[in-house]
């Protein structure tokens, strides 16, 4: 019988099928010009950053303000366009910002070059001792963040940032493993149409709570590909414990044999992603 391997953390695991079948881009040459007060009717960004755990203000921590930049009609990458400093109460003032002229070409794009209006705010601690965040991110896998809209004139109040001291999470280390489970066709229509399931386990042999564990996608060999929409969210897995889930794949009529790595992510208490394998984002496009 041919069998099939899926791949996770640290090793790779057989898959045996059922019996009957089986940047950056380069930077332009010149780089994004500056706007001037007198080409738009600027607006501003404005709030206040505090400690999350007695909100306390916190003086010194650097704003962004992010546009996109798009270098060409398919490629882009976020830049600082502008940034400030909080003052001793904690406030700041992102001013002087190009406001929206149209739709959101941040998605698609019409031209080559900046897109103004539409703006992310990250918040970064100069020393280290918080991390860093970004307006909007709920925790989500993969991470988010609101995209801020301005119109001409506006002036956006309450983009606040409750920031996390490193030393909060000190210590706490999740380690996710995947083992496979079973493998099987669902049905005689699901055999029919090549729509192979995987039942996986997933343990955390850590110390500390994975939270939001989600599933990113697989790499695939064979040209067999994922029947499941990405990504599949696991909710919280704590240390020592352990979540099912059931992936489906297409299999291609032929395919005797094939390697599936899956990737993952999930977050610590404070709010760091961690990658499943390798520490990095998946390749998976």
């Known amino acids: 019988m041919k069998g099939y391997a899926c791949r996770f953390i640290k090793k790779t695991v057989p898959v045996l ?6 940047m950056l881009a380069a930077f ?9 007060a007198t080409e738009y009717s600027v607006g501003s960004i404005n709030g206040h950053v505090t400690d999350v755990r007695d909100g ?11 546009i996109k930049f798009w270098a060409e009609p398919w490629e882009s990458y976020w830049y600082n366009f502008t940034n ?6 904690g406030n700041y003032s992102l001013s002087g910002l190009p406001p929206a002229t149209g739709p959101n070409s941040d998605v698609m794009p019409h031209s080559v070059g900046p897109v103004y209006g539409y703006y992310h705010v990250e918040f970064h601690s100069p020393d280290g001792s918080y991390y860093n965040q970004t307006y909007g991110d709920s ?9 801020l809209t301005l119109w ?3 002036y956006l109040t309450g983009i606040d940032a409750a920031m ?9 280390v999740h380690d996710l493993r995947l083992t496979k489970d079973d493998v099987r066709w669902g049905s005689y229509a699901d055999f029919v149409a090549r729509n192979l399931s995987i039942d996986y386990t997933i343990a955390n042999a850590g110390a500390a709570d994975a939270l939001n564990v989600g599933i990113l996608g697989a790499d695939n060999t064979g040209g067999v590909s994922l029947s499941t929409s990405m990504p599949v969210g696991l909710g919280d897995i704590a240390a020592a414990g352990s979540v099912a889930t059931t992936l489906d794949y297409y299999v291609p009529e032929g395919v005797l044999s094939f390697q599936t790595n899956v990737y993952a992510a999930a977050l610590d208490r ?3 992603v961690f990658y499943y394998p390798g520490g990095q984002p998946p390749p998976i496009h």
Request: proline letters at 12%; hydrophobic letters at 40%; a negative charge.
């Open 270 to 272: 404070c709010g760091t």
């Open 152 to 154: 001409p004139g506006d």
């Open 164 to 172: 996390i001291p490193v030393e909060t999470c000190a210590g706490d």
């Open 139 to 147: 925790g989500s896998i993969p991470p988010t963040a609101t995209l």
């Open 17 to 22: 099928l059922p019996l009957l079948l089986m």
């Open 56 to 66: 306390h203000p916190l003086a010194g921590i650097y704003v962004f303000a992010q």
């Open 84 to 89: 400030t400093v909080t003052d001793s109460e």
């Open 28 to 36: 332009l040459a010149a780089s994004p010009g500056e706007a001037t």
